[in-house]
């Protein structure tokens, strides 16, 4: 009853919960098309952002549903705990690159989560349930794959961009993983920034859910704090595993990228149009007539 009441306190489930996340969800979409921040011409970001929205409410309207079972199911915890880690891999490795090597993005998100829970597992500090098992390995795995899809989008576009950098390096003896690495390794580190700053402002600008989670469970200041400092310790060790990880990766061609020109159009569009990026058209300069 306490944790109910405290619950409610914090955040009523009610028809104006639905209708303040209606009005966030259409400013959020209505700035991004007003102010076409779209990455290229085939993709709308403010198409994203309505199925983003509209997605995590169906699936933590699922996940809420199973969950209770999940916790306290002995198949249905490492099922779920699998479903975590696909669902992650294909999310970055899509985020990263269009080609088929998306599927290498598993290689980064598990060298920093599996020995991170298998840390915490054969030292006692996490026992083997559900009800901790689920929470601490999700925000792992969010972790790796938040820093993997920062890393692997920044070393391609920054390879892209110092094509003939590389070029140099490789014409002055050095070898196509080398020369990769010395170019990319800056961009790489940026997929780190978010973290530290997460970190460096905790308790001062934000409270985390894992610090709010367990005082509305009920525990004591002090346990919070001290929970909430291992999560982001160990979230920073896991991305900066992910991160050295894509960056080799990048750095051996086994995650690469289709040149901009030979990327498919979105197969697609949008039926609003509001929502779909404007393609400009080129007028027709006068006297020019067109080859048969």
């Given at each position: 009853?306490?944790?109910?009441?405290?619950?409610?306190?914090?955040?009523?489930?009610?028809?104006?919960?639905?209708?303040?996340?209606?009005?966030?969800?259409?400013?959020?979409?209505?700035?991004?098309?007003?102010?076409?921040?779209?990455?290229?011409?085939?993709?709308?970001?403010?198409?994203?952002?309505?199925?983003?929205?509209?997605?995590?409410?169906?699936?933590?309207?699922?996940?809420?549903?199973?969950?209770?079972?999940?916790?306290?199911?002995?198949?249905?915890?490492?099922?779920?705990?699998?479903?975590?880690?696909?669902?992650?891999?294909r999310t970055a490795g899509r985020r990263i690159t269009s080609d088929s090597t998306w599927w290498w993005t598993a290689v980064p998100i598990a060298a920093g989560v599996v020995p991170a829970v298998s840390l915490l597992l054969s030292t006692g500090l996490v026992p083997v349930t559900g009800i901790t098992m689920i929470p601490v390995t999700g925000i792992l795995i969010g972790g790796a794959m938040t820093a993997t899809v920062l890393a692997g989008r920044q070393s391609l576009a920054v390879l892209r961009l110092r094509h003939g950098e590389v070029e140099a390096a490789l014409a002055l003896g050095m070898i196509d993983r080398d020369a990769r690495v010395e170019i990319a390794r800056s961009a790489a580190s940026e997929a780190l920034v978010p973290g530290l700053d997460q970190t460096r402002t905790v308790g001062l600008v934000t409270l985390p859910g894992a610090f709010v989670g367990m005082l509305l469970g009920g525990a004591d200041p002090v346990t919070a704090g001290a929970v909430q400092l291992f999560v982001l310790v160990a979230l920073m060790a896991v991305q900066a595993v992910a991160v050295a990880t894509t960056l080799e990766l990048i750095a051996r061609a086994r995650i690469t990228d289709l040149p901009r020109h030979e990327k498919a159009p979105d197969p697609r569009p949008s039926r609003i149009p509001w929502l779909t990026p404007r393609r400009r058209t080129r007028p027709e300069q006068p006297g020019r007539t067109q080859a048969p």
């Open positions: 009853m306490p944790l109910l009441t405290a619950s409610a306190a914090l955040l009523p489930v009610n028809a104006t919960l639905a209708w303040v996340l209606a009005v966030l969800l259409a400013a959020a979409v209505a700035v991004a098309a007003l102010a076409k921040l779209t990455p290229d011409q085939g993709t709308s970001r403010a198409r994203e952002i309505v199925t983003a929205g509209l997605r995590a409410a169906v699936q933590l309207v699922l996940v809420s549903v199973v969950i209770g079972w999940v916790a306290h199911s002995p198949t249905g915890l490492p099922v779920f705990l699998a479903l975590m880690f696909t669902v992650a891999v």
